[in-house]
């Protein structure tokens, strides 16, 4: 912590602040400067009393009291400072692959399910994406199928070889979605929900991190604390557009999240294009920016008829879109080194 004094305060009550520190468990360091006196006191904070007491405590003599360590730890880059990947099946998620997670919002039937998986993967796609439990705003909409949704995502697994991931979205159902997914979606409505986040880890399989709606990415990254420290290392962060006063589309995505969470953390970072505009037609530049910008992975929905799909049918691309959007996406994917 970094502890700024006021200026021209006394010697006394400058003793007593140091006296303070050290009573706290840390070690005062002291630095004078021309016009201010700063203590950078050093100790364990997590062991240790929170200083913060200080401006409280000494109101005549303490200006503000700072830290310097991140709140995060396990998913901070120091933590891990090699390369990092996460296996799902025979794919590596975070290494030299861009890997492309691809299919519809919401799985709707066996048809519309396996027509997708076919096509996403003859276009290029590396794992097949499709919502059986529905977060949705309004109770009177498709909630999803739920395990019959599960069971049609195996289904479509056997037929094509493509690892699936798919949402969790309650406690309760931790361990029939994990039977079923290689791996937890955690959505943007439940980025900081606490227990969810704990049973998600828990199961044991890898998660992927959607941002919250309205969440900070120190926030974002504390969320993803809790799936590491409840001993799942395997995490990967999902930028999906935060809201905004901006109405040309349905979030606005933070492509600037991607080197920031790149730079703090060490896991895998995918961008959501389809939340993150709500619209097919912005998909495929964004998809381009997110891979200039060092995403690993993509998370794009797809559908075989847009506009009759029962969830987010404005943003989905069609079966065709996508594999010209493959197509265009190949020299981002070799310029940003990967394959
Ligand atoms: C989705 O992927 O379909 C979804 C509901 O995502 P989010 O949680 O980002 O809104
Ligand atoms: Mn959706």
Redesign the pocket.
């Known amino acids: 912590m970094i502890i700024v004094l006021k200026p021209g305060i006394s010697k006394r009550s400058e003793t007593a602040v140091l006296q303070e520190i050290r009573k706290l468990g840390y070690r005062p360091h002291v630095m004078r400067g021309v016009a201010r006196t700063v203590i950078g006191a050093i100790g364990d904070e997590l062991a240790n009393a929170n200083l913060n007491v200080l401006s409280a405590q000494f109101p005549e003599a303490v200006e503000s009291v700072m830290p310097i360590q991140k709140r995060y730890k396990l998913v901070s880059r120091e933590a891990h400072p090699g390369a990092f990947t996460i296996r799902v099946r025979d794919q590596l998620i975070g290494g030299g692959k861009f890997q492309v997670m691809a299919g519809p919002?919401s799985v709707e039937n066996e048809s519309q399910l396996l027509q997708t998986a076919q096509a996403v993967k003859a276009a290029g796609a590396t794992i097949l994406r499709g919502?059986a439990f529905k977060?949705r705003t309004s109770p009177y909409e498709f909630q999803g199928l739920g395990e019959k949704g599960l069971k049609l995502l195996a289904k479509a697994r056997k037929e094509t070889g493509l690892p699936i991931i798919t949402?969790l979205l309650s406690e309760n159902h931790a361990d029939l979605v994990a039977e079923y997914a290689d791996i937890l979606?955690i959505?943007?409505?439940n980025a900081q929900n606490f227990q969810l986040l704990i049973a998600a880890a828990r199961t044991g399989k890898p998660v992927l991190l959607?941002r919250g709606l309205s969440m900070k990415i120190e926030e974002w990254l504390l969320a993803g604390e809790y799936v590491l420290a409840n001993e799942n290392p395997n995490l990967m962060f999902c930028e999906?557009g935060i809201r905004t006063f901006e109405t040309y589309t349905r979030n606005t995505l933070d492509l600037a999240a991607v080197p920031i969470v790149k730079h703090e953390s060490h896991c895998p970072v995918v961008v959501?294009p389809s939340?993150g505009a709500g619209r097919a037609d912005l998909v495929a530049a964004l998809c381009k920016g997110a891979v200039a910008m060092g995403a690993d992975a993509l998370l794009i929905e797809v559908h075989p008829n847009p506009a009759e799909a029962w969830s987010?049918s404005a943003q989905q691309l069609t079966l065709e879109g996508f594999a010209k959007l493959m197509r265009e996406l190949q020299p981002f994917i070799t310029a940003a080194g990967r394959e």
């Open positions: 919002c919502g977060p949402e979606q959505g943007a409505r959607k999906r959501d939340q987010d």
